[in-house]
């Protein structure tokens, strides 16, 4: 099959069913079948992605290609450059089909927060696809794509993966540049792929990871050939379950997969164990002083002068940045920007942020005390399955309930997958694995042995 010809079928696929999910802000038709005959033309299939159609969350920018962040402020940006992750994908030859929905600024967990649309879980059309990356979940899991990018700063990939029925990966903090991803809260934020299986979350990460010059952050670690993972092996591994995360709050059949995947680890060999995080409780509270803390100094830039959208009617200049500011940014996104104001604000700096961040200090150890002993903590993603829309926007706090999984995480900086395992009221349910810093080949191998 040519590319062309792939491209037309995910196209297809896309019209057909489109109407019903809107995973995509920006579908990128023709430029992608234009891509995809260069391709065909040049013959050059060198490497696994090269031809391959993928979805990109709409917070990564692609050059020339309009830019949103799921936000009216945006609504007109089109970037002059493209993220180092895009950089590579061209190079890898890849087919960027389109630009993927998602909570404004990927501030939410269940793409409601859209300036635009709501996504739609393609299991249940009456059901959320999780979020922040929604649109990229519910694209690949309704065929609109071969795979896609997400970004995760609480849990943005990992929990609408497992809502949708997808594999999605958030690599090691410093795994993969964050070079042209805008930023939400910067020293949590990760990309990382979302795919059909774990073969493919191998070969993406393969070749969107590694040092990156234009970004400070990135880890000039070496990087392996992730697909040499790919072997069913887990014979002497130690598994962490910790309790905190199977406790009150977790739904029943949430935590019967978790067991039950427990279960079949140790019949092939590994070895599970109940464990402890003591400071689980407090990581979720931190994160929401952290993130917003970030995220009101990241946001600041958007005044209506450098980026996308500016009011239409102001007095002076001060008025030019309330307007665009006031009409440009959704509820949650203005929700953020005060929370972190207020943070960060003298005289509360102390009392709030810097408390946050010793707690961040506290989760991290209680990570690296579990690695001293464990290989692989094993855990929820979610304390549920995907849940109906509406059911949650009224209520930020509970809808901030739905990453207690998956903040700690973020928290440490350490890479986590999550798979699907199995089903319950026809909804999948998946699990999370958590690895050590760096350690994305051993996530790999135990997910490629469990799927
Ligand atoms: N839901 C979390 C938040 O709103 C995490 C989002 C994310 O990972 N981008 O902050």
Redesign the pocket.
Known sequence: ISSKELTLSVIERIQKVEDKVRAYVTINEEEALKNSEEVDNTRDFSTFLSGIPVAIKDNICTYNLRTTCSSKILENFIPPYDATVIKKLKTNNAVIIGKTNM?EF????STENSAFFPTRNPWDQTRVPG??SGGSAAAVAADECIYALG??????IRQPANYCGVVGLKPTYGRVSRYGLVA?ASSLDQIGPITKDVTDCAIVLNSICGWDEKDSTSADVPVDDFTKYLVEDVRGLRVGIPKEYMGEGIDEDVKSAVLSTAKLLEKMGAFCEEISLPHTEYALWA?YII?PAEASSNLARYDGIRYGVRAKNYDDLIDLYKKTRSEGFGAEVKRRIMLGTYALSAGYYDAYYLKAQKVRTLVKRDFDRAFEKYDLILSPVAPSTAFKIGEMVDDPLKM?M??VCT?PV?MAGLPAISIPVSFSNALPVGIQLIGKAFGEGTLLKVSYTLE
């Open positions: 909570d990927a501030m939410g967990s979020g922040s970004s995760d700063t609480g849990g943005s939400y994160y993130a901030y739905s990453d903040i973020n």
